[in-house]
């Protein structure tokens, strides 16, 4: 059971706007940077937003990362079929003195 | 170009012992942190542990505390993960990611190695 809480799924159809939550504590979302990874099947997690809201050089402007209180989101406009995958968020958490990962957020294209 | 190459696909039996490796280039091995994550099948990620190589720092996280061990080799920019005996519920895809910045992240990740232990 981790700290941080993802929807176990979401999905939307092409071009739709999809929205993937995290949520967590004082301790961890509500102190620290979130940190978003996607991980599509087969491969390795890819680092996709960093500090809360920020893009790493390659990753689609389709692609957001919000924060707000001890809850975050990544947000997904215009999907499309190569975007289908697993969504991770992670934070460091002060109480454990390390990062943890969301259980992850499978997302499929319909 | 940053790179983080880990070793190829193990089978092992029962009690087994095994060490994978990730060979680290393109940046400094030495001012980074190295980590390891655990993706059993069908699950999420786990982090174990991370290794600080310029002197060897390591911090388990408690789950994994005792049941392996991480370490590091300076001149050959190379970090490692051992087992000294497997179990069957060892079996899961081991990645090692780079940790930058503080309080650290992980921005580059290796391909990940598979374990298998079966009998």
């Known amino acids: 059971q981790s700290v941080l809480t993802q929807p176990p799924s979401a999905s939307g159809t092409p071009g739709q706007r999809v929205t993937i939550s995290c949520s967590g504590s004082?301790?961890?979302?509500?102190?620290?940077?979130v940190y978003w990874y996607q991980q599509l099947p087969g491969t390795a997690p890819k680092l996709f937003i960093f500090?809360?809201?920020q893009r790493p050089s390659g990753v689609p402007d389709r692609f957001s990362g919000s924060k707000s209180g001890t809850s975050a989101s990544l947000a997904i406009s215009g999907l499309r079929s190569e975007d289908e995958g697993d969504y991770y968020c992670a934070v460091w958490d002060d109480s454990l003195s390390g990062p943890v990962f969301g259980g992850g957020t499978k997302l499929t294209v319909l | 170009e940053v790179q983080l190459v880990q070793s190829g696909a193990e089978v092992r039996k029962p009690g087994q012992s095994l060490k994978i490796s990730c060979k680290a280039s393109g940046f400094s091995f030495t001012s980074y942190w190295i980590a390891w994550v655990r993706q059993m099948p069908g699950k999420g990620l786990e982090l174990m542990g991370v290794i600080y190589p310029d002197d060897s720092e390591t911090t388990y996280s408690p789950s994994f505390q005792g049941q392996v061990t991480i370490s590091a080799d300076k001149s050959l920019t190379t970090a490692y993960l051992q087992w000294s005996s497997l179990n069957a519920s060892d079996t899961a895809i081991y990645y090692c990611?780079?940790?930058?910045?503080?309080?650290?992240?992980?921005?580059?990740w290796g391909q990940g190695t598979l374990v298998t232990v079966s009998s």
């Open positions: 500090r809360n809201d």
């Open positions: 990611a780079r940790g930058t910045s503080w309080p650290y992240y992980f921005d580059y």
């Open positions: 004082k301790s961890n979302i509500g102190s620290n940077h």
